[in-house]
């Protein structure tokens, strides 16, 4: 979409980004609780359904909030770059990845992708989308030579699916010169940029097709709604295909949800600027913690991606881990403790919240499959909110002592 008037910074294209005047000339669009769009003519009813003219029809396609939403978030992560993005807002960030495996992929396609992907990713690529015939390749993503040479022996795969940062070791990948191994293979690609948000990375500076977000997380910020996009820059392609499957699996968004969206991203830089710095501080914090045993956080220079997070990422961001000492013991007792910081699973909200995978989401994963996915019994999962950094050190102080 055309910007109304000219403004430089990414802040301002948060604020302003995706905005129509409504015609009531209310000064935030409303809430569109309308089901279906009324026609003035049958002639103009079939002018819509045609394409001929542009309009509303029915909500699981579309409507007024959800579109400035799409275009708030097109805007965010083509900033700077000089071609337009198509996105899709979608009821969660699981819809939006299926609708972008199931229309860019085909009975017998195969997905390269790597194991630090998102639980729910990861089982609908090993528990769902195998009966269609499409199956995953998991593999190191950080040795990039034996991505090249895997490519060459199967001609099965079709896409490439990164997910930078990733839990919980805060794994980073090389957008760069992976989507440029898999464009010569001619491979679709696509990232999930949940953890980073386009105010920290812009996978699209990339030869990359498809960016997904959980807008569940950072994009909302305030933990207030579900949803999720897809985005591309084939427009074509969005249009047709993607559309297609968008609108027939109907895991569209909603009005109120898109609202709360809206709202939530207009704070996107100044949120994300107080989270990584933030961020920073609790990982140097906890760094030099006796009771730790050690950190994951990008933006440590002990890191292995260290360098990777340095140059494709603005900071390291506000998601890190981190090891207790005294095990499995020590994460119920340490988290039992907390009094400001909340003990929930999630991420991307202002407030701070931890929890204990080998306690909580990943209780039931056998030893094997937990340190394939690098969970060891005193992990403990951090997302650092935005309150005073002397408060958080504070509430994580008095919960480390015994
Ligand atoms: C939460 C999350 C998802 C799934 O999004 P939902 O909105 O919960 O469906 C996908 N990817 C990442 C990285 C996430 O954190």
């Not at 269609?132 to 022996?153: F, S």
């Not at 609790?282 to 045993?293: G, I, P, R, S």
Request: proline fraction near 3%.
């Amino acid at each position: 979409m055309k910007k109304k008037f000219p403004y430089k910074g990414f802040g301002s294209a948060a604020i302003h980004g995706g905005h129509q005047q409504e015609p009531r000339h209310a000064h935030q669009t409303p809430i569109y609780a309308s089901s279906t769009y009324v026609f003035d003519s049958a002639e103009q009813g079939m002018r819509r359904f045609s394409g001929e003219e542009e309009g509303y029809i029915y909500a699981r396609w579309g409507n007024p909030t959800i579109t400035e939403a799409e275009n708030k978030i097109a805007e965010l992560e083509s900033f700077g770059l000089d071609f337009p993005l198509k996105g899709i807002l979608h009821a969660s960030g699981m819809a939006a990845i299926s609708t972008l495996f199931l229309s860019s992929l085909k009975q017998g396609d195969k997905v390269l992708t790597h194991y630090s992907l998102y639980g729910g990713t990861d089982d609908l690529l090993s528990k769902v989308l195998p009966s269609l015939g499409i199956t995953a390749v998991i593999t190191d993503l950080r040795n990039t030579e034996g991505v090249d040479d895997l490519l060459k022996k199967d001609p099965d795969i079709k896409m490439l699916y990164l997910e930078t940062p990733a839990n919980p070791t805060i794994q980073c990948v090389d957008l760069e010169t992976l989507s440029s191994i898999g464009k010569k293979h001619g491979l679709l690609v696509a990232c999930d940029n949940t953890f980073a948000t386009p105010y920290l990375q812009q996978p699209f500076r990339y030869a990359i097709d498809f960016v997904v977000h959980s807008t569940t997380k950072f994009l909302n910020g305030h933990g207030t709604a579900i949803g999720g996009i897809l985005l591309g820059k084939d427009i074509e392609k969005m249009n047709k295909e993607v559309t297609k499957v968008h609108r027939l699996l109907g895991g569209n968004s909603n009005g109120f949800d898109a609202f709360l969206l809206t709202q939530g991203m207009k704070t996107l830089e100044i949120r994300m600027e107080r989270h990584c710095m933030n961020a920073e501080q609790v990982a140097m914090y906890l760094e030099h913690h006796e009771a730790v045993e050690k950190v994951n956080y990008s933006g440590l220079s002990a890191h292995p991606d260290f360098t990777i997070a340095a140059r494709q990422m603005k900071h390291a961001g506000a998601m890190l881990s981190f090891e207790l000492k005294k095990g499995l013991q020590g994460g119920i007792a340490f988290l039992n403790k907390l009094n400001m910081c909340t003990r929930t699973v999630s991420l991307g909200t202002v407030d701070t919240l931890l929890s204990h995978p080998a306690s909580m989401t990943h209780y039931g994963v056998s030893k094997e499959q937990k340190i394939k996915y690098g969970i060891t019994d005193g992990l403990i999962r951090m997302n650092v909110g935005i309150e005073n950094i002397e408060d958080i050190l504070e509430d994580l102080e008095q919960a480390l002592k015994n």
